[in-house]
């Protein structure tokens, strides 16, 4: 591990010259980053591999080995299903952050997905099975009207509005991304999840997902034709095709993937 020394200001520095030519610690992992802290040669944070730090007065040290936590940033939300064009929920970034002025939604400490804070409220309805907006029907307390797409057709529903933070959930469960309330109609779609402004994920870490390749935990979502994109659950998912699932039989494998024209094969577990 570490690069070859570099000099800095004619004194020697261990695995990559440090500033001012101080000794730098030798390919020193630090919180899973990959390369040492104070220029030592390895990766920087994040798994991509860095020219060793080359101080003030010194030469350049040679690339490192990569750290035991280094590698690229997991993806962690797929679909299944039709695999459809349509742009796939993005992630936060690393502040927590989301385009457009959308809202960041944190599912487990590494699943994010960014979604509309509220959804808009319709003010006119087109079809007799709307069910709020239309001759005086009104949504029940606890709920309001938006709009959903149902069959191709877009339709008025009363459903909970989304929660603004986890203690509005009960122990356990994390408030479900806005998009993805849908209420009954999540569980009428195959793999679908009839829910709330809350659900439980059925896993909380990378741990909760062993026994097959490249497993973690992830965004799970279902893609049919004339239907919203929706929620099957925040899941286990791992590396292979559901053909050859060693996570679990190969009957209770699902094949999901990254995105439509992904060419690698993931797969999900039916129960995990």
């Known amino acids: 591990m570490g690069g070859t020394a570099g000099s800095a200001g004619g004194a020697t520095g261990a695995a990559g010259s440090s500033a001012g030519g101080a000794t730098g ?12 802290a104070g220029g030592a040669a390895g990766t920087n944070a ?8 080359s101080s003030a007065g010194g030469a350049a040290g040679a690339g490192g080995s990569t750290g ?3 590698g690229p940033a997991l993806d ?15 992630p936060c970034d690393a502040s927590g952050a989301c385009p457009d ?16 804070a509220q959804r808009a409220v319709p003010t006119t309805c087109s079809w ?6 239309c001759a005086g029907r009104t949504c029940g307390a606890g709920t309001v009207c938006v709009q959903t797409t ?4 877009s339709v008025n529903k009363c459903l909970e509005p989304s929660c603004a933070s986890p203690s509005q959930c009960s122990a356990g469960s994390v408030c479900t991304p806005t998009s993805f309330i849908l209420g009954h109609l999540g569980a009428s779609v195959p793999g679908g999840l009839s829910a709330g402004r809350c659900f439980t994920p059925v896993c909380r870490s990378d741990a909760d997902c062993s026994g097959g390749g490249g497993g973690r935990c992830a965004l799970v979502v279902g893609d049919e034709a004339n239907f919203d994109r929706y929620l099957s659950k925040v899941g286990c998912v791992f ?11 190969p009957s209770q494998a699902t094949q999901v993937k990254i995105k439509s024209d992904s060419p690698t094969p993931y797969y999900t577990c039916a129960g995990r």
Do not use: H, Y
């Open 239 to 249: 590396e292979g095709t559901a053909a050859s699932a060693t996570a679990c039989a």
């Open 150 to 153: 149902d069959s191709a057709s």
């Open 128 to 133: 007799p099975t709307d069910e709020c907006e």
């Open 101 to 116: 002025g959308q809202t960041c939604f944190r599912l487990t400490a590494d699943v994010t997905v960014c979604d509309v």
């Open 68 to 70: 035991s936590g280094g």
């Open 46 to 53: 994040g798994g991509a591999t860095g020219a060793a730090g």
């Open 76 to 90: 962690r939300i797929f679909e299944f299903g039709n695999f459809s064009p349509r742009p796939m929920p993005k």
């Open 25 to 36: 610690a030798a390919g020193t992992n630090a919180a899973g980053a990959g390369g040492s």
